[in-house]
């Protein structure tokens, strides 16, 4: 998935990739000439299955679209599973608003901070206190000396993943200094951040868990949260263990390619996928690209769960709804309307967070 943006010829061919293209993001051309903000292009979302209207159906009476079951596991809504698609479940309105509001907070200010891993690591190295500098309206400059400075000392290296060669700084400094060294706004960082890593830190370049990396164990409220929500698809009388997680973070325009996640060991376990902020088009294939996948919607709450069978098939998001109308997030507004909360609401307004947990061995 990530690192893997270029795609082959004949991976542009699959019916995976088709449907990508499908519900993609693109701009309407006949607003370019005028001044007009950008119009995104209509899509025909007819085809995209939305367990809240089959939820609310069900719940009016009883009746189900063919091909999807309903099993009660003791959460406020019935579990779906689908016929054609063992080992994937989907838990409709998985988190309460309090929940969803309080791993949104946590997805902005702990879960990015060292030594958790993010996708700015590689350019900058590690980044402390992103979301505070955000509101702080900070600017993270590169320090002016490198190898051998004065000012650096011994603490100065050439490679930027142990370098603390950027350090944030206030705008008005950062408009004396922004000059004569680089700079970038801590906004902008937020706005770019993609993905951090929670427990075992998943190393996207080997494509492997970096067992000697330094982490800190996954925060037990959300081992907890994982736990019950993996109990419908863990083998009887076993404990989902949480190990690992990656957060990702998508903007207007952003996507996740079609992937498998297969570097854990034991596929019996399911990964547990949490849905928070703007609604977004999850796609689920089958073993081979070849397969056509089926569409569905996410919401802020939802969970999904993929183990067994479910864990070998492709799967994807290549588009989230940021408008009022299909973003869905009015109830989640409310959770952040305290003027101290204007930074989360600014931000979940235009974006999605996905926390997926797993057991790796
Ligand atoms: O964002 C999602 O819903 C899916 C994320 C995912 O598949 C992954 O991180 O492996
Ligand atoms: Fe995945």
Redesign the pocket.
């Known amino acids: 998935?990530y690192g893997s943006d270029k795609v082959s010829e004949d991976a542009e061919r699959t019916a995976f990739r088709k449907a990508e293209k499908k519900y993609k993001l693109y701009y309407d051309d006949s607003s370019k000439s005028s001044r007009k903000k950008k119009q995104p292009k209509q899509v025909d979302l007819s085809d995209v299955l939305d367990f809240k209207s089959i939820l609310d159906s069900y719940n009016q009476n009883g009746q189900l679209p063919p091909g999807i079951v309903a099993v009660e596991c003791g959460f406020k809504s019935p579990v779906f599973l689908l016929e054609n698609h063992p080992g994937f479940y989907f838990i409709p309105g998985a988190l309460s608003m309090e929940e969803q509001s309080k791993w949104i907070r946590e997805s902005l200010t702990s879960f990015p901070q060292p030594p958790n891993r993010t996708n700015h690591n590689a350019f900058y190295g590690p980044i402390d206190d992103l979301f505070s500098a955000v509101k702080e309206k900070n600017v993270l400059l590169e320090e002016e000396s490198s190898i051998g400075s004065l000012d650096l000392g011994a603490s100065s290296c050439t490679s930027n993943e142990d370098a603390h060669r950027w350090k944030f700084y206030e705008a008005d400094i950062a408009t004396l200094r922004g000059k004569t060294c680089k700079s970038v706004k801590a906004s902008v960082l937020l706005r770019k951040l993609r993905w951090c890593t929670l427990g075992l830190q998943f190393d996207w370049s080997k494509r492997n868990y970096n067992v000697s990396l330094p982490h800190k164990k996954i925060p037990d409220a959300l081992c907890q949260l994982a736990r019950r929500l993996a109990a419908p698809a863990m083998p009887i009388g076993e404990e989902f263990q949480p190990e690992a997680a990656?957060v990702?973070y998508?903007g207007l325009g952003d996507t996740?390619g079609g992937?498998l996640?297969d570097m854990e060991a034991d596929w019996s376990k399911p990964?547990v996928?949490i849905?928070l902020g703007c609604k977004?088009i999850?796609l689920l294939g089958g073993k081979s690209r070849e397969d056509p996948p089926l569409a569905m919607f996410?919401r802020s709450g939802d969970a999904?769960l993929m183990a067994g069978e479910a864990r070998e098939c492709f799967?994807?998001?290549p588009r989230i709804f940021t408008d009022r109308e299909n973003a869905e997030i009015a109830s989640l507004d409310l959770q952040f309307s305290h003027e101290d909360d204007h930074f989360f609401l600014e931000y979940i307004r235009n974006s999605r967070i996905?926390i997926?947990i797993r057991q790796v061995f």
Do not use: C, K, Q
Request: proline share 0%; glycine share 6%.
């Open positions: 998935m990656i990702n998508f996740l992937h996640d990964i996928s849905s977004a999850f996410l999904v799967h994807g998001v996905n997926n």
